[in-house]
């Protein structure tokens, strides 16, 4: 799939405006729209384009050529037919990929009908980084690259201590990349570690791969 650039982003609630603003901070022409005057004037400085108005019809949508933008974000979790709507709406308009916010199993399979291309649970998903990082101390950090990837910063597994990244082989055995190493006691860390560098007891190491294969380095 290409790469989207262009995104209309439906609801300027809490998730609505964080995604609106983080696309635009990523250097990407966002269009953010609401019912709601205020929510709308909170962020017009800070996008491409801020407008008030009712995305549940079509000729609202029309007007302002969401058909043109790569990719639709609707944020209107807490109105299930609201959300439904705003979703059949941008599909039968042509809109290349949506992305909802659900609050329920059934309202996905609501939006996933009628044609949403993916359904998110910011709640349920926060829950479960949250979950995650209480549960395995050695996890310091984790970034979410997209919905299969992330970045860790994390303890190195006990079998790593007092071996080279050369002996660990850790892209061939692991399927993970390691970016970085952070000596025990260091206050910066290599970002260009080389095949002789050690790992230790103290270190902390900063690897990239599919989220599967991350979460495996925990069980080692």
């Not at 953010?32 to 995305?55: K, M, P, S």
């Not at 302002?64 to 944020?75: F, M, P, Q, S």
């Not at 998903?125 to 949250?130: E, N, P």
Request: net charge negative.
């Amino acid at each position: 799939m290409s790469e989207l650039k262009t995104f209309v982003v439906i609801g300027l609630g809490q998730f609505g405006t964080a995604v609106a603003l983080e696309l635009s901070r990523l250097g990407h022409e966002v269009l953010a729209l609401d019912e709601h005057e205020d929510a709308v004037q909170e962020i017009a400085d800070e996008v491409t384009h801020a407008v008030t108005g009712d995305a549940r019809d079509p000729a609202v949508l029309r007007a302002l050529g969401v058909r043109n933008y790569d990719c639709a974000v609707v944020a209107v979790g807490g109105d299930i037919g609201g959300s439904a709507l705003i979703t059949l709406n941008l599909k039968e308009q042509g809109v290349k990929r949506v992305i909802c916010k659900a609050q329920s199993d059934v309202h996905q399979k609501m939006l996933m009908k009628i044609g949403a291309d993916r359904v998110v649970f910011p709640e349920y998903d926060m829950g479960l980084k949250v979950a995650q990082g209480l549960s395995s101390s050695s996890v310091l950090n984790f970034i979410e690259l997209s919905e299969d990837y992330g970045i860790v910063e994390t303890e190195p597994p006990a079998s790593w201590r007092g071996r080279t990244i050369q002996e660990l082989n850790v892209r061939a055995k692991y399927k993970v990349n390691l970016i970085a190493v952070r000596k025990d006691g260091a206050e910066e860390f290599n970002v260009t570690p080389g095949p002789d560098t050690r790992i230790e007891p103290g270190d902390t190491v900063v690897a990239v791969g599919r989220t599967e294969d991350i979460n495996r380095l925990q069980d080692l």
